[in-house]
């Protein structure tokens, strides 16, 4: 692990209407490390996540990429940002109207400045990553979920990003599909991209998690390894959250 980390989160509060959604929450990322986010709903994790990326501002703290913090009122240096680190959302966020290619392409060319031809192939590769390439002249009405979920992998992919945060990005799928979704996430994570993402499927946070981070109340309240955290008869939040899961029949 580098010693300096990619993605540094100081002290992140957030509030809306006078409500605290999060509360001086704190965390780093180095090089190659999946964290897990994972709590009850409402707990703060999709609102963390979304502070990470400057999708929504901080109230307080700040957030550092390669030890540089990030000037949230300058629009040049967060679209350089985002770049950066990439997003991945419950819902996919497709454009309806462009094929899965060119929903991958479109950012290469508005945003790097790519030829058509330029950001097509490279958009076609990002889509054979994922196993999509014999879907690449498709509509978004044309493709399964976990199919739109894995074109908004490559769209993220496409831009080459340090880090990506991944909001929960099996839930919207049906159980049959999620298995191609979290095999591209796995694949990510064997190639070495840094990651950290809010999921309820504990066996795949199992066995992708450097570290569990168990958010209530718009803090960290617990952190730890999966062996830590998940040992047989642990007395930890974290066990007892998994324990209710299951019973649930939420994985």
């Known amino acids: 692990m580098e010693n300096t980390p990619i993605l540094r989160v100081e002290n992140v509060s957030k509030s809306y209407n006078g409500k605290a959604v999060l509360k001086s929450v704190s965390l780093e990322l180095n090089a190659g490390q999946h964290k897990v986010l994972i709590g009850p709903s409402g707990g703060g994790k999709s ?25 949230a009122h300058s629009r040049k240096e967060l679209y350089a940002f985002r770049q950066q680190v990439g997003m991945i959302f419950q819902e996919f ?30 958009a076609m590769a990002e889509l054979e990553r994922v196993g999509l390439a014999d879907r690449a002249r498709h509509y978004p009405a044309e493709l399964s979920g976990g199919q739109k ?9 496409a831009m080459d990003p340090k ?8 839930s919207a799928l049906d159980p049959e599909l999620t298995g191609e979704v979290v095999s591209v996430i796995r694949a990510l994570a064997r190639s070495g991209m840094t990651m950290a993402m809010a999921t309820h499927q504990m066996e795949f946070a199992r ?15 617990e952190r730890g390894s999966p062996a830590e955290l998940l040992a047989p008869g642990a007395a930890t939040r974290t066990a007892d959250f998994c324990r209710r899961l299951a019973e649930m029949g939420g994985d």
Do not use: W
């Not at 880090?163 to 929960?168: A, G, I, K, S, Y």
């Not at 066995?207 to 309240?221: K, N, P, R, V, Y």
């Open 47 to 71: 609102t963390l996540l979304h502070c990470m990326n400057y999708l929504v501002t901080p109230d307080s703290g700040r957030i550092q990429l390669d030890g540089r913090e990030v000037n």
């Open 93 to 122: 966020n497709l454009f309806d109207h462009l094929t899965a290619l060119d929903n991958v392409a479109i950012a290469l060319r508005k945003v790097k400045g790519q030829s058509r031809k330029e950001a097509e192939t490279r």
């Open 149 to 157: 979920q894995r074109v908004s992998i490559a769209r993220a992919l």
């Open 163 to 170: 880090v990506m945060l991944l909001d929960e990005p099996t």
């Open 207 to 221: 066995a992708l998690a450097d570290e569990i981070l168990f958010m209530q109340g718009g803090e960290i309240i």
